[in-house]
C-alpha cells in the first residue's frame, strides 16, 4: 500500500500517450499494472464465473479497450492512469460478466432489492475471501452459513465504506487512489477507512469460527 | 498523498498491515503502548487489519506457480548435446541441440515430468511417436529418433528455422491491433515471417504509410525504413491499419511508430495475405490428410504446433503426443489451456477420430483470419464444451474477411463432426479453388436447416427471437421524451438498435440471421428490462405528489395513473405486450423469469388502469411463484417474487374498492410470511414484512369505503379532519395505526442493526410519514408534529451522509413539504423544502417532478401567510410564481391530469387569495383560468367525473362570488 509503488508508470504525463513511442509507453504501463489489475480482477468477479472466466483473459480483454481508448484518456487526462485502467478494466469484467450470466440466464439476475449490483458482490467477495481464511475444511458446511452471514454484515456496512475497505485490503490501492476514485477527499477517505476497518473487526468478531482467533 | 491528510490510525495501520507483509509479527499491544492517545482505535481496526492481510497473504501465496521447466543440467540426452534453449510448448521443452554421431543439429523436445512418469503413458507416448516418426511428408516435421534420459521422455525432429504461427499471429496482433511495437520477446523470425505473410508484389498496393498526425511518415521516410514505392492514396483507417509496417520488418522496440489512437482495432490486411493463410492452411490440411491415411491423428493442431521456415514452407510439428491422460493431469498449467483452445468438443470430452483435427485447423484458420482467438474462456469449454464451440465473425469481420474463407472457416469448425470437411483433403480442395477463385464445395447450411440446428442448440433463444423487433423500435422511439439522463441512457439504446436494424438489412444469409436474431433477442429482453426499470423509476418519482393524486385515486379508480404521461402509457403497454409474449412463449423452460414477466405485466396493466386485466395477471404470476415455491421451499427469491406480487394485488384491490377482499389476502400473505420462519428471520423477510405492513396502511388510507364517502376536493376547504369520527371510521384508523406503528417498529429494528442501509431509513422515514396523516386523520396533530420530526429528521441525516443524492433531497423536501397546524413551524418547514426544491432545480433544471413540488410548496406558504393581515404580497407574489411553474409543466405535459388538476387547484386557491384581498376583478379572471383548464381536461376525456365535480365547484365559487361583490 505504499505510494511509491505506482509511482513511476503514474507518473506519465497522459499527452505522453499522444506522441511518437506512445504505444511502447502504453505497452510499458500496461505491463506494469498487470499483477495489480488481475488481483483487482480477481477479487471483484463473480464468485458463481470464477470457473469460467479467468482474472488475466479479462485483463487481457480490456487491453484492447484500454489501446483504443487512450487517446481519449490522454486528451482527458483527469484520473492517474492506474486509476482509469482500472476503471476500463472492471467495467470490461461487468461486460463479460454480463454476457456469461445471459447464457446462464441466471435466477438471480433480476434482484428486488434496490441496491446497485456491482456494491452487493463487494461484499460477497470480501466475505468469500475472508471465509475462505478458516483453518479446517471440515468446517465447510458452517462455512457457506457464516459466509452469508458475513456478507449480510458486509451489506449492511456503509456502501463507501465497505468499498474503501475492500479497494484497499483487497485490490490494494493507496489512499490517494481510494479518493480518486469515490471522489472524495484523501481526508475522508482515510477516515472513512479506519471506520471501516473499525466496524469489520466488530463483524469478524461476531463470527463463531473467528472468536478466539485472530 | 500529504500525509498530515489522512487519520492517524489510517497511517498506523498501513505500517502495521506493511509489516505483516514483510513477514512480522508486530502486536496489536505494542502499536497501543507507543500511540496510547489512539489505543482504542487501534484495538478496533487492528483486528481486522490483522485478518484480512493474512487471508490476502493466502490468496497470493496460493496462485499456482507453473511448473518449472528445465534446467540446463540436463545437457545432453543420449546422441544429443544440448546447445540452447528454443523454447517451450507442447507439454516440453525444446532445445536446440547437436546430434553427435551424424553432426547435425536438431531440434530435441524434452517431455515435462508430469508428462512422462506413468509408465503406461510412457509405452504410449514410444507407441505414438514411432507411428509419427513414420511420417515423411514435406509438411510433416521429421522425427530422427526417441528416447529416454534422467527419467525423462525427450525425441528429436529436424530443426526448422522458422517460427510458429502462433508467434506470428502474436506479432501481427501486437502490431496492428495493440498498436505497439514488437514485443521484445518475440523473436525477429516471428517478425520476418508476419512480414512475409503480408508481402506481396510492389504493385499491389495494399501497403500504406501512415497518414496519422504525430508525422511519423516523414520520419520513416527520412530513415529509409520502407521498403514500398507505393503510396497510393487511401482511407486513414485502412492506412492505419499498415502503418507498422516498417517495424515489423525493422524488428523489435522501433520506437519511431507512430500511434492512432482512432484506429479501431480490426486487423484488415490486404489480400495477399488472406491467399498466403489459405496456401498455408492448404498445405497443412495436406499434411493431415496424408497422416490421417497413414492412421495418425495429432489431437493437437494449433498455432504453436505450425512452423512457418524462412522459405515460407509450414511444418506440422508434434504429431500424436498430446493425449488425453495428459490433459487430466495438467489441468492446472497454462500448456493446456493453449490447448484447449483449439480441441473440438468431442475430443474435449473424450473421443472423437480424424475430424477433430479439422476442426482444430479450422480454427487456427480462423486465427489467423481474424488475429483473434476463436474459441474463448478455454476453462469453460473444459466443463461444457458444446456450449462453448461455436466459432462467430463479427460483423466486422464479416466485411473484411474474403467470404469464402469464412465459408471455410464454419464448415471446419461444424460442432458435429458430421456436419465438417469428412476429409482433411476435401478442406484442402477448398482452399484451393478459393486460391484459384473457383467457387468452393462447402455450402453454407441452408437457411431452414441452419435456424433448426440453432434452435436445437438455443431452445429458448429462439423463441425470444419470434419477440417483435420493431415493438421495441418503438419502445426505443417512444423513450425519447424524457429528460436528459434518461435520454442519454435512450440514444445508446437507440443506437444499439440501429445498428441492429443495420445488420438486419445486410444480412443475406441464414446464418447471419440466426446470430442477429439471437443476439437481438438476448437484447431484446434485457433491454425491456431495463426500460421497464426506468420507467417505474422515472414514474415513481413523479409519484411524491400523492395528497393530489388521492383525489383521483378516489374519484376514478378506473383512471389510469394521474402522473403518467401519454408517452408512458405506450411505452407500457408496448412492455407489456413483450412481457405478455415472453411469459407465454417461455413458460416452461424460464419458469421463474416468465412468472416475474406476468408479474410486470400486471403492474403494468394496473398502472394504465385496467385495473381487470391486472388482477388476472397478477393472480396467474402468484399462483406460478406458489407452485415453484412449493417446489424449490428454500428458494427466497421465488418467495419475495411472489410477496411482491402480492402486495401489489392487495393495493390493486384497495383501488378497485374490495377492501375485505384485499383484507383477506393482506392476512393470507403475512400467514404465508410467517410460517417461513427462516424467511421470517432473516433481514430480507423482516423488510418485506415491513413493507407489507406498511403497503396494507397505504390501502386502507386511501382506499377504505368510509374514506371514500369524504368530500372530494378537501383541498378547497382546508379544515382539519374532525376528531370527532364515527366509532367504525375511528376503529379502522386505530387499526391502520396499529399496523403503521409495527412496520415501522421492525424498520427501527433493522435501522438499529444495520446503520448503514440506507435503504430501511428511507423506508422507516417513510412509515412516519404515513404516520403523520393517520394522527391527523385521528386528530392528533401533537403527535402527528413528532412523527413529522422524525421523519424529516431521518433524512436530514441521511442527506447529510451522501449531500449529493438528489433522491434523498427530494425525499425530504416532500416530507417537510407536509403541513400541520402550527402555522410558525409550518412555514420554517416549508421554507427548507423551498431552499431544497432549488437546489434541486439548480442541479437539475428544469426536472418536471422537482418542478411540480416547488410549485406545492410554494403554494402551501402562500396560504400559511394569511393574506388579509398585513404582511405585505409575499403570500400572492408566491402563489403567482407557483402557477408560472404550473402553467409550464402543464403546457410541456398536456396528457398529464396531476399536472392540471394541480394547475386548476392553484388558480383556485388564487381567486380565494384576491378574494380575501377584496380584489374580486382577478378573483373572476383566476377562476376564468380555472374553469379553462377544466375545459380543455374535459376536452381531452380524461377523469370524466372528477372533472365534473370540479367543474360543479367552480361554478359554484364564481355564482358565489357574483352574489358576494352584488350584496
Redesign the interface.
Known amino acids: ?3 511509491s509503488k505506482a509511482s513511476q508508470p503514474e507518473s506519465i504525463d497522459p499527452r505522453a ?8 509507453i ?2 510499458r504501463c500496461l505491463e506494469a499494472f498487470r499483477p495489480r489489475l488481475e ?1 483487482i480482477v ?1 477479487f471483484r468477479l463473480d464468485p458463481s464465473l470464477r ?4 482474472p488475466s ?1 479479462v485483463v487481457q480483454e480490456s ?2 479497450e484500454i ?6 484518456y ?1 486528451e482527458a487526462g483527469a484520473v492517474p492512469l492506474f486509476i482509469w485502467m482500472r476503471q476500463r478494466v472492471l467495467q470490461t469484467m461487468i461486460d463479460m460478466q454480463r454476457s456469461h450470466s ?2 446462464k ?1 441466471s ?4 434482484s ?4 446497485p449490483q456491482f456494491h452487493q458482490s463487494t461484499s460477497l467477495s470480501m466475505a468469500r ?2 471465509m ?2 478458516l483453518p479446517s475444511p471440515s468446517q465447510a458446511a458452517m462455512l457457506a452459513e457464516e459466509q452469508e452471514q458475513l456478507q ?1 454484515a458486509l ?5 463507501i ?1 465497505r468499498e474503501v475497505l475492500a479497494m484497499r ?2 485490490e ?1 490501492l ?3 487512489e481510494v479518493a480518486e476514485v469515490l471522489h472524495i ?3 475522508a477517505a ?2 472513512r ?2 471506520r471501516a ?2 466496524r ?3 463483524i ?2 461476531l463470527l463463531p469460527s ?1 472468536r478466539g482467533g ?1 | 498523498m500529504m500525509d498530515e491528510e489522512r487519520h492517524p490510525v489510517d497511517l498506523l495501520a498501513e505500517e502495521f498491515a506493511e509489516r505483516l507483509r514483510q513477514g512480522e509479527r508486530p502486536s496489536i499491544e505494542e502499536y497501543t503502548q507507543r500511540y496510547p492517545e489512539h489505543a482504542d482505535l487501534i484495538r478496533a481496526v487492528f483486528p481486522s487489519v490483522a485478518a484480512v492481510e493474512r487471508v490476502a497473504q493466502q490468496e497470493s501465496d496460493s496462485v499456482p506457480s507453473l511448473p518449472n521447466s528445465y534446467s540446463t543440467a540436463h545437457a545432453s540426452f543420449g546422441d544429443f548435446d544440448v546447445v540452447r534453449r528454443i523454447g517451450s510448448g507442447g507439454m516440453g521443452v525444446v532445445y536446440e541441440a547437436v546430434q553427435r554421431s551424424l553432426q547435425r543439429r536438431v531440434a530435441l523436445k524434452v517431455m515435462n515430468d508430469s508428462t512422462s512418469v506413468k509408465a503406461k503413458h510412457r509405452l504410449r507416448f514410444r507407441r505414438e511417436a514411432e507411428a509419427a516418426a513414420g511420417l515423411h511428408h514435406t509438411n510433416i516435421v521429421p522425427i530422427f529418433g526417441i528416447g529416454e534420459e534422467h527419467g525423462l521422455q525427450y525425441y528429436a525432429m529436424q530443426l526448422i528455422n522458422g517460427a510458429t504461427l502462433q508467434e506470428i499471429i502474436e506479432c501481427l496482433r501486437s502490431q496492428y491491433i495493440f498498436k505497439q511495437s514488437v514485443a521484445p520477446k518475440l523473436s525477429s523470425v516471428a517478425s520476418e515471417a508476419a512480414h512475409r505473410l503480408l508481402q506481396c508484389a510492389e504493385s499491389d498496393a495494399s501497403l500504406h504509410f501512415p497518414s496519422d498526425r504525430t508525422g511519423s511518415f516523414s520520419s520513416h521516410v527520412a530513415e529509409g525504413t520502407l521498403r514500398q514505392a507505393s503510396t497510393a492514396t487511401q482511407s486513414p483507417d485502412e492506412a492505419a491499419d499498415f502503418s507498422k509496417e516498417d517495424a515489423i520488418e525493422e524488428g523489435p522496440m522501433d520506437s519511431s511508430n507512430g500511434i492512432d489512437e482512432s484506429a479501431i482495432p480490426d486487423f484488415t490486411p490486404p489480400r495477399v495475405y488472406y491467399q498466403n493463410v489459405a496456401r498455408i492452411v492448404a498445405s497443412s490440411a495436406n499434411a493431415l490428410a496424408y497422416a490421417h491415411h497413414a492412421g495418425v491423428l495429432h489431437r493437437d493442431i494449433k498455432p504453436a504446433n505450425l512452423l512457418l521456415d524462412r522459405e515460407g514452407i509450414i511444418w506440422i510439428t508434434d504429431f500424436g503426443l498430446a493425449r488425453r491422460q495428459d490433459i487430466e493431469g495438467q489441468t492446472q498449467t497454462g500448456e493446456l489451456l493453449g490447448t484447449l483452445r483449439y480441441m473440438a468438443p468431442e475430443q474435449i470430452r473424450g473421443d472423437g477420430d480424424h475430424r477433430m483435427d479439422i476442426f482444430s485447423l479450422g480454427l487456427t484458420l480462423f486465427e489467423l483470419l481474424t488475429l483473434k482467438v476463436g474459441l474463448e474462456s478455454p476453462k469453460s469449454r473444459l466443463i461444457d464444451p458444446m456450449g462453448h464451440s461455436r466459432v462467430r465473425f463479427s460483423q466486422t469481420m464479416k466485411r473484411h474477411i474474403p467470404r469464402d474463407l469464412q465459408t471455410i472457416v464454419l464448415k471446419a469448425c461444424s460442432l458435429a463432426p458430421a456436419d465438417r470437411y469428412q476429409r482433411a483433403s476435401d478442406m484442402e480442395e477448398d482452399l484451393r479453388r478459393y486460391l484459384e477463385d473457383r467457387p468452393i464445395l462447402a455450402r453454407r447450411a441452408g437457411p431452414i436447416e441452419q435456424l433448426g440446428r440453432w434452435a436445437r442448440r438455443n431452445p429458448t433463444v429462439a423463441t425470444l427471437a419470434t419477440l417483435s423487433f420493431g415493438l421495441l423500435l418503438t419502445l426505443a422511439g417512444l423513450l425519447a421524451v424524457w429528460n436528459r439522463q434518461q435520454q442519454e441512457t435512450l440514444s445508446q439504446l437507440k443506437t444499439e438498435y440501429d445498428r441492429a436494424e443495420s445488420n438486419l438489412l445486410q444480412k443475406t444469409e441464414a446464418l447471419q440471421r440466426a446470430e442477429i436474431e439471437q443476439t437481438r433477442a438476448e437484447k431484446n429482453m434485457r433491454m425491456a428490462l431495463e426500460a421497464f426499470d426506468e420507467i417505474m423509476k422515472n414514474i415513481a418519482a413523479r409519484g411524491g405528489l400523492t395528497s393530489s393524486l388521492e383525489i383521483l385515486e378516489e374519484e376514478s379508480p378506473e383512471f389510469a395513473d394521474a402522473s403518467l404521461t401519454q408517452a408512458d402509457v405506450e411505452l407500457l403497454q408496448s412492455l407489456s405486450a413483450f412481457f405478455d409474449r415472453f411469459a407465454q412463449e417461455n413458460a416452461t423452460d424460464l419458469r421463474l423469469e416468465s412468472a416475474i414477466a406476468r408479474r410486470r405485466v400486471g403492474e403494468i396493466q394496473h398502472r394504465i388502469g385496467k385495473l381487470d386485466d391486472a388482477t388476472k395477471s397478477l393472480n396467474q404470476s402468484i399462483e406460478e411463484f406458489a407452485t415453484m415455491r412449493q417446489a424449490i421451499p428454500t428458494e427466497s427469491q421465488v418467495l419475495l417474487e411472489e410477496i411482491a406480487a402480492r402486495q401489489e394485488l392487495i393495493t390493486l384491490l384497495g383501488k378497485k374498492g374490495q377492501m375485505p377482499r384485499a383484507n383477506a389476502l393482506f392476512m393470507e400473505t403475512r400467514r404465508l410470511m410467517e410460517s417461513q420462519s427462516a424467511f421470517l428471520e432473516s433481514t430480507e423477510g423482516q423488510f418485506a414484512v415491513a413493507q407489507l405492513l406498511g403497503s396494507m396502511v397505504n390501502v386502507g388510507a386511501r382506499f377504505s369505503p368510509e374514506r371514500r364517502r369524504r368530500p372530494p376536493l378537501a383541498w378547497l376547504n382546508r379544515t382539519p379532519p374532525a376528531s370527532s369520527l364515527p366509532p367504525a371510521q375511528q376503529a379502522r384508523w386505530k387499526r391502520e395505526f396499529e399496523l403503521n406503528a409495527e412496520s415501522a417498529s421492525i424498520l427501527e429494528r433493522l435501522v438499529d442493526q444495520f446503520p448503514s442501509n440506507h435503504v430501511f431509513q428511507v423506508a422507516l422515514a417513510r412509515a412516519y410519514k404515513d404516520r403523520v396523516r393517520i394522527l391527523m386523520a385521528l386528530g392528533e396533530p401533537r403527535t402527528a408534529e413528532e412523527s413529522l420530526a422524525s421523519a424529516a429528521s431521518l433524512m436530514e441525516s441521511l442527506l447529510l451522509k451522501h449531500p449529493e443524492s438528489a433522491a434523498y433531497r427530494y425525499e425530504l423536501a416532500d416530507i417537510l413539504s407536509v403541513n400541520i397546524t402550527s402555522r410558525s413551524v409550518d412555514s420554517e418547514r416549508c421554507q427548507r423544502s423551498l431552499e431544497l426544491c432549488d437546489q434541486l432545480l439548480k442541479e437539475h433544471p428544469g426536472t418536471p417532478e422537482y418542478l411540480a413540488l416547488k410549485s406545492t410548496v410554494l403554494v402551501r406558504l402562500a396560504l400559511l401567510g394569511n393574506p388579509s393581515e398585513n404582511r405585505g404580497d409575499a403570500p400572492l407574489r408566491r402563489m403567482n410564481e407557483a402557477i408560472e411553474i404550473q402553467t409550464g409543466l402543464a403546457e410541456r405535459y398536456p396528457e398529464v391530469a396531476l399536472y392540471q388538476i394541480a394547475l386548476m387547484q392553484y388558480h383556485f386557491q388564487q381567486s380565494e387569495m384576491y378574494f380575501a384581498l377584496k380584489r374580486p376583478e382577478k378573483a373572476r379572471d383566476s377562476l376564468a383560468n380555472a374553469a379553462a383548464v377544466a375545459e380543455k381536461m374535459q376536452k381531452m376525456g380524461v377523469a370524466q367525473p372528477l372533472i365534473k365535480t370540479l367543474m360543479e365547484r367552480i361554478r359554484e365559487r364564481r355564482a358565489n362570488l357574483e352574489e358576494r361583490s352584488n350584496g
Do not use: C, W
Open positions: 500500500m505504499s505510494e500517450f499522444l506522441t511518437d513511442g506512445g504505444a511502447e502504453l505497452g488481483k480477481a470457473q469460467r472466466l479467468d483473459d487491453y484492447f489501446a483504443r481508448r487512450i487517446g481519449e490522454a445471459r447464457e440466464r435466477v438471480y439476475r433480476e428486488r432489492l434496490p441496491q475471501i475472508l475462505d481464511d449480510l451489506e449492511s456496512m456503509h456502501e465504506d485490503h483487497f490494494q493507496s489512499n490517494s477527499s484523501p481526508t482515510s477516515n477507512y479506519v476497518a473499525a469489520l473487526s466488530e469478524l468478531k473467528q485472530a
